[in-house]
């Protein structure tokens, strides 16, 4: 059973001290933890997640300073050498974060989200290291190699991401979003080999991505949307297989083409590269018709030209396409209509043509935006769409039918050629029979009788003189 309380932490906790797991997520406390906690020598899992514990003040989390003599505790901070497990996220602590030593090498999972470590100096992870006048994470979090999940999401910190961030290979979530980290990704993330989640969305990073996250092979949720990175989409990164929950990589200033390994993404549920600064060209890859199992497709406000690939009719599942804000040409394909899980069509302010069914999806206005291609007709009456014209469009030749008309003018003209050929040669043998083989003329005296009419005065040339 969830018991809910508020008010302030009881002192007489502290007298517990045999306590192993001390588990006060979710229960609204405030005010301060209490530094007499260093009382709590069997301590194994210290959690205050989701309180509003703290006031802003610079020594929000001076507890943890007694906490260094629990020397059982398995902790990531200072001499708490033995915890696995410290949950401090959602509350409003600030300030410093003072550690002895930093041995936090049996820490698993460290949650720190939510809070505000942008303020004052907070020093973690090491003896004099600080999480920074303005958050910045230290060199030291290096030292936790066990850590399988890190939590530093919407702190408000920045600076660069320390390069030893790469030792961490046992690390399955980073979680590292939401926070004004700047710099450029480090390299070395293609280390952690045994990530499956990365967030780090809405920074401010810039330069490319490292081809060194296609190393990343257990990869299933990739997010890097909304920061300063430009360039092109490195092939490996679309390398990955295990890639199946989300590759998000929007709002960026990326350029070139989508790389054609994106067939590689067959079990991906849903690719985001809307709105990179329209910037992308080249046509939309046909390739993207081997992701079966895409059910979120967002390709909007770039500079994809030519025509929506047929291939698409293979993505069953489908539930969003966006397509908007291109230069996309040609009629809108009869195959989305068809697919029956599709809820949500962005097609607009393209340059398409031609007669909007009113089957599937197109049945439904409030489900398709197609406003900015004003060479559409047709559709539901809720479009707004003007009628199609009844003129039937002239049909293209297809190669096929080309073929034949090449083969058969061919033979015509074989033919025709044939037929000159024979007539000139029987007009020959008719001219060559009026003379003997001597080259004088073989007609005889009947003959000539006979044309002339007896030699009538008539059918003669000579005259009387």
């Not at 002192?11 to 306590?19: E, G, I, N, Y």
């Not at 979530?173 to 450029?184: A, D, I, K």
């Amino acid at each position: 059973m969830l018991l809910f309380f508020m008010g302030s932490i009881p002192v007489s906790l502290a007298k517990a001290s045999k306590f192993q797991i001390v588990d006060f997520a979710i229960k609204g406390l405030t005010g301060s933890i209490a530094g007499d906690l260093e009382r709590l020598q069997g301590l194994g899992r210290l959690n205050f997640d989701d309180n509003r514990l703290g006031r802003g003040d610079i020594d929000d989390l001076n507890f943890l300073i007694f906490l260094a003599n629990c020397t059982s505790v398995e902790v990531l901070l200072g001499n708490l050498i033995n915890l696995t497990f410290l949950g401090l996220e959602e509350n409003y602590s600030s300030g410093s974060v003072p550690v002895v030593t930093g041995r936090l090498h049996k820490l698993g999972e460290l949650h720190m989200y939510y809070n505000n470590f942008s303020r004052e100096n907070s020093k973690i992870f090491g003896k004099s290291e600080r999480f920074g006048s303005h958050g910045n994470i230290p060199a030291a979090i290096g030292n936790l190699v066990n850590l399988t999940l890190l939590g530093l999401e919407e702190n408000y910190s920045s600076g660069s991401v320390p390069v030893v961030t790469g030792r961490l290979h046992k690390i399955g979530e980073l979680h590292m979003y939401y926070n004004n980290f700047s710099g450029s990704i480090p390299s070395s993330f293609g280390n952690l080999t045994s990530l499956t989640t990365f967030f780090m969305q809405r920074n401010k990073f810039v330069g490319s991505i490292p081809p060194s996250l296609g190393n990343c092979q257990k990869l299933q949720i990739l997010n890097l949307s909304r920061k300063n990175l430009d360039g092109t989409i490195p092939e490996q990164v679309l390398g990955p297989s295990s890639l199946s929950v989300s590759l998000a990589m929007s709002h960026k200033f990326f350029t070139g083409s989508l790389p054609l390994e994106v067939d590689n993404l067959k079990n991906l549920n849903e690719l985001d590269f809307s709105g990179n600064k329209l910037k992308f060209s080249s046509q939309i890859p046909s390739s993207l018709g081997s992701c079966t199992s895409l059910a979120y497709l967002h390709l909007g406000s770039n500079t994809f030209e030519g025509k929506i690939p047929k291939s698409l009719e293979n993505l069953r599942g489908l539930e969003e396409l966006d397509f908007s804000s291109k230069n996309l040409t040609g009629q809108i394909p009869k195959f989305l209509s068809k697919l029956v899980s599709l809820r949500h069509l962005d097609l607009s302010f393209n340059e398409l043509d031609g007669e909007v069914s009113r089957e599937g999806i197109f049945a439904n206005a409030s489900a398709i935006f197609l406003i900015g291609n004003d060479k559409l007709c047709g559709g539901v009456s809720e479009l707004l769409l003007p009628v199609c014209s009844r003129k039937k469009p002239r049909k293209l030749l297809t190669p096929n039918v080309i073929r034949v008309i090449i083969a058969v003018t061919l033979a015509l003209l074989m033919l025709c050629s044939f037929g000159i050929y024979l007539r000139v040669k029987n007009s020959r043998r008719h001219s060559t029979a009026l003379f003997s083989s001597d080259g004088q003329p073989s007609l005889s005296y009947s003959d000539i009788s006979k044309s002339t009419n007896n030699f009538s005065e008539e059918n003669t040339r000579l005259k009387k003189p």
